[in-house]
């Protein structure tokens, strides 16, 4: 069996991103990956401003605490100020443009009316030059970069398109991702339960996993346990779609499809791999049902089969899955970031696999572990902050620290 890491360095080095691109609005981009690096059209901000409600002055007239200047001018925001003259000062109010002269902006509250000469303020600092003034381009620059290709577009990489002067985009065609769930003894929630049935959690965790990473999903539903029909299925799905992705049937029972599914229509290059939950997991490619048997990579479909406990699905889906389709949209992909934390349990008993427990932080900020650690107990999921990286035949004691994974570095 593979580890964990070189599963993943497998996948990652086939997965190739899409090519196509459209050009959609600003307001349509949220979630989109940027398909080109774009420039700002201005300076940003365009003038040297404040940013601070106060006093504009010439550092050359406060040279001592309590200089007493002439409100010359007043400057809101949106306005421009005119010269300022030696011996005055201009009140000013945040973003508002700094005057030509002035060189500092002390604020309000070091400042001071002086009673009876209300156009007459004190200065009761000494104020240096360039205080709290935000200076012209400092943000960015017209004409240079604003956001590079292969940006993932967040509500705050929209906010510096829509500064520099934007209004459209041209970002990555969404992925395509098909995904279907094998075995009779599924029902939908709604439906009555079959004798020694049980509900297919799986589907919605997958479908709302695929679509939290900005995919588009298609829902195939649930397939008979069958090679023909598991053939099938594979042959529709793999049309329009980048990837096909299955929950279940891919162990080694009697009426586990996948496999020889999967080798019948394409071709399998991954089957197991050393982790706990989720021992199973299988990747290859399908041929789209038109190419020829001699296809090449372009006339194939991606294929990702994860296993059917419900723990399983999910821990694999994070760990490679969502790393294969990042690298579809043309984002980095990887092994996600883990922090060092503070067990507050004993782990006595390694695995000859790299586990992956599900934790929550507690209240003293070490971490708790869900007491039933079952890959079919999807509560411990829901309960818990994320996942400890475990590596193989490794133990530890409350105290000390391990390898933190979050569950919202890994669903974005």
């Known amino acids: 069996m593979l580890t964990a890491q070189q599963a993943l360095d497998h996948l990652l080095s086939n997965a190739k991103s899409v090519s196509e691109s459209e050009t959609v609005a600003m307001q349509a981009a949220l979630g989109r990956v940027l398909a080109e690096s774009v420039n700002s059209l201005v300076d940003v901000p365009p003038l040297d401003n404040t ?100 940006t993932f577009l967040r509500p705050q990489e929209l906010g510096v398109a829509a500064s520099a002067g934007l209004t459209h985009l041209n970002v990555k065609r969404r992925v395509k991702i098909a995904a279907f769930f094998t075995g009779d003894e599924l029902s939908l929630p709604g439906e009555p339960l079959k004798p020694g049935g049980i509900y297919n959690s799986n589907r919605d965790t997958l479908l709302a996993c695929i679509k939290s ?6 829902d195939f539903g649930i397939v008979p346990d069958s090679l023909d029909a598991t053939r099938e299925t594979l042959r529709k799905a793999s049309k329009d779609h980048d990837l096909i992705i299955t929950s279940g049937g891919v162990s080694v029972g009697e009426e586990d499809h996948i496999k020889p599914a999967v080798t019948a229509e394409g071709r399998l290059d991954l089957w197991q791999i050393a982790i706990k939950p989720g021992k199973p997991l299988a990747f290859g490619a399908v041929r789209k049902s038109d190419a020829s048997k001699n296809a090449d990579a372009e006339s194939e479909t991606w294929f990702i089969g994860l296993p059917g406990n419900p723990v399983s699905s999910f821990v694999t889906f994070l760990l490679f899955v969502r790393p294969f389709i990042l690298k579809l949209q043309g984002r980095e992909a990887g092994i996600p970031q883990s922090y060092p934390m503070r067990a507050d349990f004993d782990w006595l008993k390694g695995d000859r696999r790299n586990e992956f427990l599900r934790v929550k932080i507690n209240a003293q900020g070490g971490l708790d572990l869900f007491p039933n650690q079952s890959s079919g107990v999807l509560t411990s999921a829901s309960w818990g902050d994320g996942l400890v990286d475990c590596p193989p035949g490794q133990t530890f004691k409350a105290g000390e620290l391990v390898k933190y994974i979050p569950f919202n570095a890994l669903l974005s």
């Open 213 to 218: 990473l900005g995919c588009d999903a298609t």
């Open 51 to 150: 940013s601070m409600d106060g006093y504009a002055v010439r550092t050359a007239d406060t040279h001592t605490p309590g200089s007493t200047l002439k409100i010359a001018q007043r400057i809101p925001a949106g306005s421009v100020g005119a010269q300022l003259e030696p011996g005055t000062a201009a009140r000013i109010f945040t973003g508002a443009p700094v005057p030509p002269g002035a060189d500092a902006v002390v604020m309000q509250e070091d400042c001071a009316i002086q009673e009876g000469s209300a156009d007459q303020v004190q200065v009761n600092i000494v104020p240096t030059s360039g205080q709290w003034i935000r200076r012209r381009g400092e943000d960015l620059t017209a004409g240079k970069t604003a956001l590079t290709a292969g």
